[in-house]
T-cell receptor, first 116, second 108 residues
């Protein structure tokens, strides 16, 4: 089975800190995604990547950036954490390539981030 | 704006009965359709995918797709307490769009 590993399950950071959320997948998937999930708002796409060094903005990229230096690793960066970024962050990868949507996503276990 | 609509629930179903979860979508060009199960505090898990009109069965789960009506459903037969979760419908054209989910509660 594909495994998507997120480095932290729970994280507490202070306002203004730079925060790194790491995600690693072990099945050589090209497509990787970062979502946040909030009650009543569902899953919202922050950034995604179809290949190494490639990134595209999702629906809510403001306040975030990403890095994909290696195929298996996709990092989400909160440049200056704010309280409204308190959320569950979910990384996902897909067997699909590019804009192909034939395959669903495999999600990591999530990082619950609290910004105080 | 492309949308995926689900009743938020909770949907309460007695143990052993059939649970029926529904989803409608707005994009007629959608090609792929998925159901995810999400337990409280956990991440979504893909349980069904369907790509053509009709039914697709996998164990106790049946996904149904009607592209003309832009309607997807998930049936869970012989519902068990372990089926209690939030079920997310996801619809894909050039990208996957998730519904906000339906909370299902199986009554023992």
């Amino acid at each position: 089975d594909v495994k998507v590993t997120q480095s932290s399950r729970y994280l507490v950071k202070r306002t203004g800190e730079k925060v790194f959320l790491e995600c690693v997948q072990d099945m050589d998937h090209e497509n990787m995604f970062w979502y946040r999930q909030d009650p009543g708002l569902g899953l919202r796409l922050i950034y995604f990547s179809y290949d190494v060094k490639m990134k595209e903005k999702g629906d809510i990229p403001e306040g975030y950036s990403v890095s994909r230096e290696k195929k298996e690793r996709f990092s989400l960066i909160l440049e200056s954490a704010s309280t409204n970024q308190t959320s569950m962050y979910l990384c996902a990868s897909s067997l699909a390539t590019g804009r192909q949507v034939d395959y669903g996503y495999t999600f990591g276990s999530g990082t619950r981030l609290t910004v105080v | 704006q492309k949308e995926v609509e689900q009743n938020s629930g909770p949907l309460s179903v007695p143990e052993g009965a059939i649970a029926s979860l529904n989803c409608t979508y707005s994009d007629r060009g959608s090609q792929s359709f998925f159901w995810y199960r999400q337990y409280s505090g956990k991440s979504p898990e893909l349980i069904m995918s369907i790509y053509s009109n009709g039914d697709k069965e996998d164990g106790r789960f049946t996904a149904q797709l009607n592209k003309a009506s832009q309607y997807v459903s998930l049936l869970i037969r012989d519902s068990q307490p372990s089926d209690s979760a939030t079920y997310l419908c996801a619809v894909a054209n050039d990208k996957i769009i998730f519904g906000k989910g339906t909370r299902l509660h199986i009554l023992p």
